[in-house]
């Protein structure tokens, strides 16, 4: 008996762990900047997407590939400048400003673990706002050649690094600082329940405390997950898809139908976000994770850079859809967004006031803990719709760039037919002596342009794991019945 109970507590004192464990917290946090940087020097507007030595690696030279791929002629030191790094600070710092002065709305978080209630300002589409009327206004000043677009664009490497530095700093401090949480603290400060095993490098990546706040002179509070959930990330990824807009017709001469609709796909995604912040507060990245690296590098890196890189690729190779090509897109995401939008809307309203008249309609089932689980409507359909409606939108992002892949040559006077001129200015002579073409890079490219599609279905189905683990050992026999009532997990027939 004594035996039992003492197996019993060591099972209970192993740490939970996620995402693989410390090995894989490692795999995450030091390769993924590394496949950053790869998308940036393998698809470029110098060499090609991919690079020719990427498409010929037996015949591959140290010193081809550092010119295909751009490497900084002073290395490791050029990828980042003490300008760029400046700038960007002062993006952040813009960001807190907006918070702290601009009207916002108070809202509540959802109840504590240890008891109580978090409050948060949001004015996120204020501030989103202001700094889009700013660009549009410069834009209509000076058009494709606004400061703020080619300094971006110019300085894009350098701009991808200082967020990533930004990102390990951040995870660093919100680490150390969840030392200072203690039982029933009176700001309510807590550890996240998957956060501190006890491995360094795990809870640094996961996330020790759940909602980790610094106060600032003249600014106030901020709390750090929710600034960085919408702000300087999700807007930074509008701002970057809006810089390769600017770039294709300043080095064109137009703009096409592709970038137009996937930069007016995502920029409707971000606003979205940003006008349904309440929302933001229900979702596992508020309520359940810890802020650490995972969220930092996600919020700040992963999501400007990695989800742009479509419209990247069109602002170098312009793809014309066409009018049956438009419409077949824009069916694609018409369908994605009102299945993802409409589910999200219907489960924050029933989580807000499950009592409102307009939702009499929708069953559910009521759980010991008193929490109540939809099981009819889009809930009835399966347990995750809105992240079916998401992968939908996310064909809808990448499909634009066709069969994708370029190489940029530098071998006629006058691009023949069906060819591209290229930016002079980038490979160092006139437009008129470079062509973009496809040739024998056609289809590799899409593995940069399709990425999305691919890795958002994996973030998908490991996110619908996480959550369906969670929810077993909190309902218990009540999330058997609640499984009972709804059979698939994400897409309706399929899983």
């Given at each position: 008996m004594v035996q039992t109970r003492a197996k019993t507590a060591a099972v209970a004192a192993q740490p939970h762990y996620e995402f693989g464990g410390p090995i894989g917290a490692f795999g995450v946090s030091?390769?993924?900047p590394?496949?950053?940087?790869?998308?940036t020097f393998l698809c470029n507007d110098i060499a090609g997407c991919p690079i020719p030595s990427a498409l010929h690696p037996w015949s591959l030279s140290l010193e081809t590939l550092k010119e295909e791929a751009g490497w900084p002629e002073d290395g490791f030191l050029g990828l980042m400048s003490f300008k760029v790094t400046a700038w960007v600070l002062a993006y952040y710092g813009l960001s807190l400003v907006l918070q702290a002065f601009l009207p916002g709305v108070e809202s509540e978080g959802v109840e504590l673990a240890s008891g109580g209630k978090l409050k948060y300002k949001l004015n996120s589409f204020n501030s989103a706002l202001f700094i889009l009327v700013a660009a549009g206004a410069g834009t209509i000043a000076q058009g494709a050649e606004f400061p703020l677009w080619t300094f971006i664009y110019d300085n894009y490497l350098q701009i991808l690094s200082t967020n990533i530095v930004i990102s390990y700093i951040l995870a660093t401090y919100v680490y150390l600082a969840s030392f200072s949480v203690t039982p029933n603290h009176p700001e309510k400060r807590e550890l996240a329940a998957g956060g501190h095993t006890g491995n360094v490098l795990y809870d640094w990546y996961i996330g020790r405390e759940l909602n980790p706040r610094i106060t600032l002179p003249l600014l106030g509070e901020i709390d750090i997950k929710e600034f960085c959930e919408l702000r300087p990330g999700m807007l930074g990824w509008a701002i970057l898809d809006l810089t390769f807009v600017a770039h294709q017709y300043s080095t064109y001469g137009y703009v096409?139908?592709?970038?137009?609709?996937?930069?007016?796909?995502?920029?409707?995604y971000v606003i979205d976000s940003i006008w349904m912040e309440p929302?933001?507060?229900?979702?596992?990245?508020?309520?359940?994770?810890?802020?650490?690296?995972?969220?930092?590098?996600?919020?700040?890196?992963?999501?400007?850079?990695?989800?742009?890189?479509?419209?990247?690729?069109?602002?170098?190779?312009?793809?014309?859809?066409?009018?049956y090509g438009t419409l077949g897109v824009l069916a694609v995401n018409g369908i994605g967004y009102y299945i993802f939008r409409s589910s999200n809307s219907e489960k924050n309203a029933f989580r807000v006031n499950p009592n409102d008249p307009a939702l009499a309609h929708l069953e559910y089932i009521e759980?010991?803990?008193?929490?109540?689980?939809?099981?009819?409507s889009w809930w009835g359909m399966s347990r995750h719709p809105n992240y079916f409606g998401d992968w939908i939108m996310a064909w809808a992002w990448c499909l634009p760039t066709g069969l994708a892949g370029y190489l940029v040559q530098q071998s006629s006077s006058v691009p023949g037919s069906g060819k591209s001129p290229a930016d002079g200015s980038i490979v160092g002579g006139s437009p008129t002596r470079t062509q973009v073409v496809q040739g024998e890079a056609r289809g590799w490219g899409v593995v940069i342009t399709y990425f999305y599609v691919i890795y958002f279905a994996v973030l998908l189905l490991h996110r619908e794991r996480r959550d369906e683990?969670?929810?077993?050992?909190?309902?218990?026999?009540?999330?058997?019945?609640y499984q009972e009532r709804v059979r698939w997990r994400i897409f309706p027939g399929v899983y």
């Amino acid at each position: 008996m004594v035996q039992t109970r003492a197996k019993t507590a060591a099972v209970a004192a192993q740490p939970h762990y996620e995402f693989g464990g410390p090995i894989g917290a490692f795999g995450v946090s030091f390769g993924l900047p590394i496949a950053c940087y790869a998308a940036t020097f393998l698809c470029n507007d110098i060499a090609g997407c991919p690079i020719p030595s990427a498409l010929h690696p037996w015949s591959l030279s140290l010193e081809t590939l550092k010119e295909e791929a751009g490497w900084p002629e002073d290395g490791f030191l050029g990828l980042m400048s003490f300008k760029v790094t400046a700038w960007v600070l002062a993006y952040y710092g813009l960001s807190l400003v907006l918070q702290a002065f601009l009207p916002g709305v108070e809202s509540e978080g959802v109840e504590l673990a240890s008891g109580g209630k978090l409050k948060y300002k949001l004015n996120s589409f204020n501030s989103a706002l202001f700094i889009l009327v700013a660009a549009g206004a410069g834009t209509i000043a000076q058009g494709a050649e606004f400061p703020l677009w080619t300094f971006i664009y110019d300085n894009y490497l350098q701009i991808l690094s200082t967020n990533i530095v930004i990102s390990y700093i951040l995870a660093t401090y919100v680490y150390l600082a969840s030392f200072s949480v203690t039982p029933n603290h009176p700001e309510k400060r807590e550890l996240a329940a998957g956060g501190h095993t006890g491995n360094v490098l795990y809870d640094w990546y996961i996330g020790r405390e759940l909602n980790p706040r610094i106060t600032l002179p003249l600014l106030g509070e901020i709390d750090i997950k929710e600034f960085c959930e919408l702000r300087p990330g999700m807007l930074g990824w509008a701002i970057l898809d809006l810089t390769f807009v600017a770039h294709q017709y300043s080095t064109y001469g137009y703009v096409t139908d592709s970038i137009l609709l996937v930069t007016l796909f995502q920029i409707i995604y971000v606003i979205d976000s940003i006008w349904m912040e309440p929302a933001v507060l229900t979702m596992m990245d508020i309520t359940t994770d810890g802020f650490g690296f995972m969220l930092a590098f996600g919020d700040l890196v992963w999501v400007p850079f990695i989800y742009s890189l479509q419209c990247k690729y069109l602002a170098v190779y312009p793809v014309h859809l066409g009018l049956y090509g438009t419409l077949g897109v824009l069916a694609v995401n018409g369908i994605g967004y009102y299945i993802f939008r409409s589910s999200n809307s219907e489960k924050n309203a029933f989580r807000v006031n499950p009592n409102d008249p307009a939702l009499a309609h929708l069953e559910y089932i009521e759980t010991k803990s008193g929490s109540k689980l939809l099981v009819s409507s889009w809930w009835g359909m399966s347990r995750h719709p809105n992240y079916f409606g998401d992968w939908i939108m996310a064909w809808a992002w990448c499909l634009p760039t066709g069969l994708a892949g370029y190489l940029v040559q530098q071998s006629s006077s006058v691009p023949g037919s069906g060819k591209s001129p290229a930016d002079g200015s980038i490979v160092g002579g006139s437009p008129t002596r470079t062509q973009v073409v496809q040739g024998e890079a056609r289809g590799w490219g899409v593995v940069i342009t399709y990425f999305y599609v691919i890795y958002f279905a994996v973030l998908l189905l490991h996110r619908e794991r996480r959550d369906e683990e969670k929810c077993r050992r909190k309902y218990g026999d009540d999330w058997k019945r609640y499984q009972e009532r709804v059979r698939w997990r994400i897409f309706p027939g399929v899983y």
